[in-house]
């Protein structure tokens, strides 16, 4: 190992929706965390590892900090916060406006008790002229005293690289935390579990997807056959939710599980047969019992 080579970690925050786990997925080049447009995608925080000649980032990707509604809520802003205890640098993402809302304020004061380098990432600059990138960096400039500004498109792969090189700077020298074949530390049950649930966001309606869990059953191989069984449930919070998830003789839970299925075979590079249930649990995020049957334990954070 060479003495100049440096690791460490790296928190992802911003806003719900700002693009966060696309730009992860593109700069670790495969896809771990789930994107979707719908808020509240990234529930907890997902551990990902960029590894190269110089060093070794591991990646904290936190739900977006934002004024909690409830016990879900909560939770997700505590992760978030948490997190940034734990960094030697945190990377901020917010999208190209020059008008900044209550939240961007409220993550600024966030920041402020930390004393960590922060980098400001400007996501999706594809979708704004030249010259308006430079009111944008003025604005930031007068909100907090960041280390570094870089203007990205995540979508697009524009600039991207530069942000590896400025979170090279700020990491401190030292060995790797983990083998550099790891890409994420996620179980690969909730990877699946992650994977049903971004293509149920995909086909569902904008009402219903917030009260989505998925839980995985089962998840075994079978013997000597290159196929994976799995066994999922789709737990949602009211009856005609239920029926909307199922759609009409089935056919909005057989495009989840073709689209899922897809998904998880490129992954695990075998074939899988899964069978998706659908359950209801009536207002389960405000239930600490129940979020805590989903993955959502409050004691972890």
């Known amino acids: 190992m060479n003495d100049n080579f440096k690791s460490g970690f790296a928190a992802i925050i911003g806003r719900p ?40 980032i591991i990646f904290l990707d936190t739900p977006g900090i934002h004024k909690a509604k409830n016990k879900l809520g909560e939770y997700m802003v505590n992760v978030a916060e948490q997190t940034l205890k734990d960094v030697d640098v945190v990377m901020w993402l917010v999208e190209p406006t020059t008008y900044v809302g209550a939240g961007e304020k409220h993550i600024a004061q966030q920041l402020e008790k930390t004393n960590l380098p922060v980098i400001l990432v400007i996501n999706k600059i594809d979708t704004i002229q030249k010259e308006e990138i430079l009111q944008v960096i003025d604005t930031y400039r007068k909100l907090y005293d ?47 579990a992650e994977v049903i649930r971004e293509k149920a966001l995909h086909a569902l309606d904008e ?31 009211r009856e005609s939710h239920k029926g909307i ?39 389960w995020r405000d239930s600490d019992i129940q979020m805590k049957n989903f993955g959502y334990d409050r004691k972890e954070i």
């Open 207 to 237: 009402e219903i997807p917030h009260g989505i869990a998925v839980t995985i059953e089962k998840m075994r191989e079978r013997k000597g056959q290159n196929i994976v069984d799995i066994e999922a449930t789709i737990i949602c919070e």
């Open 146 to 192: 960041f280390a570094e500004i870089i203007p990205v498109s995540a979508l697009r792969g524009m600039n991207t690289e530069d942000i590896i090189t400025s979170l090279f700077k700020y990491m401190p020298y030292g060995p790797m935390f983990y083998d550099e074949d790891t890409v994420t530390d996620q179980p690969q049950r909730q990877i699946v």
């Open 245 to 283: 998830i199922i759609g009409k003789q089935g056919t909005m839970l057989k495009k989840i599980g073709s689209n899922a299925r897809y998904e998880i075979e490129k992954m695990l590079e075998e074939k899988v047969n899964l069978k998706i249930w659908v359950k209801v649990r009536k207002d």
């Open 17 to 56: 929706n700002v693009g966060k786990s696309t730009l992860m997925n593109h700069l670790i080049g495969q896809k771990i965390a789930i994107t979707s447009k719908k808020p509240q995608t990234t529930r907890n925080k997902i551990q990902t590892v960029y590894t190269c000649e110089e060093g070794q």
